[in-house]
């Protein structure tokens, strides 16, 4: 009986150890701009990620799989400061209620060629800094998405994940919490000889 045991054991260890977990490689990759996401969808990660400056979770749908330099844009923050969109706890869905804060966006971004948008996914303290960082670039994803599906060219669009690094109210309660989960949209225009 123990033999038993002991071969039924030895084949469970050597079946787990051979098939393991394993992880998809991550990278950059160009999302077509026909493709389109609609408001409070979860749709798959249809383009890949790369770590950026500290350690920050960016994506970009760049030509040639560059990563989003930043020293190219001149950035504004103040454009879009009124259009933050804000998440439920553990959620990357956008809210019926911020609707019109991406159509704004939409419609700046439609009406200036030259204009691209960053989009930075935020958390809030809680939760490891890992997952925070993949929360923060889903809740980015999504509104990626849903500007594309309001027209806006998915070679436009580029996002940075922050996780529970940039809190918006340094507080520790729910009332803190809910400023903190958000995308933040930062208007980009070419430099000069950029």
Same mark, same amino acid.
């Given at each position: 009986?123990?033999?038993l045991?002991?071969?039924t054991a030895?084949?469970?260890?050597?079946?787990?150890a051979?098939?393991?977990?394993?992880h998809?490689p991550?990278?950059i990759t160009?999302?077509?701009?026909n493709?389109?996401?609609?408001?409070?969808e979860?749709?798959p990660?249809?383009?890949?990620?790369q770590?950026g400056?500290?350690?920050?979770?960016?994506?970009s749908?760049?030509? @040639?799989?560059?990563?989003?330099?930043?020293?190219k844009?001149?950035?504004? *923050?103040? !454009?879009? +400061? /009124?259009?933050s969109v804000?998440?439920a706890?553990?959620?990357a869905?956008?809210?019926?209620?911020?609707?019109a804060?991406?159509?704004?966006?939409?419609?700046?971004?439609?009406?200036?060629?030259?204009?691209n948008v960053?989009?930075?996914g935020?958390c809030d @303290?809680?939760?490891t800094?890992?997952?925070n960082?993949?929360?923060?670039? *889903?809740? !980015?994803? +999504? /509104?990626?998405?849903?500007?594309?599906?309001?027209?806006?060219?998915a070679s436009r669009?580029?996002t940075?994940?922050?996780?529970?690094d940039?809190?918006?109210d340094?507080?520790?309660?729910?009332?803190?919490?809910?400023k903190?989960?958000?995308?933040d949209?930062?208007?980009?225009?070419?430099?000069?000889?950029?």
């Amino acid at each position: 009986m123990n033999k038993l045991i002991y071969i039924t054991a030895l084949a469970l260890t050597v079946t787990i150890a051979s098939t393991g977990c394993r992880h998809k490689p991550v990278g950059i990759t160009p999302i077509p701009d026909n493709q389109r996401g609609q408001i409070g969808e979860n749709q798959p990660n249809t383009y890949g990620q790369q770590l950026g400056n500290n350690g920050l979770v960016s994506s970009s749908p760049m030509a @040639e799989n560059q990563p989003f330099d930043p020293s190219k844009w001149d950035m504004d *923050r103040d !454009a879009f +400061a /009124a259009n933050s969109v804000h998440f439920a706890f553990d959620s990357a869905v956008i809210r019926d209620s911020d609707t019109a804060n991406l159509q704004a966006v939409a419609a700046k971004l439609n009406s200036d060629a030259s204009a691209n948008v960053m989009i930075e996914g935020n958390c809030d @303290e809680r939760g490891t800094e890992e997952y925070n960082r993949s929360l923060g670039e *889903r809740r !980015a994803e +999504a /509104a990626r998405e849903a500007l594309v599906g309001m027209g806006v060219s998915a070679s436009r669009i580029h996002t940075m994940s922050y996780g529970k690094d940039k809190p918006a109210d340094t507080g520790h309660d729910e009332s803190a919490w809910s400023k903190n989960r958000r995308d933040d949209f930062v208007l980009l225009h070419p430099k000069s000889g950029a």
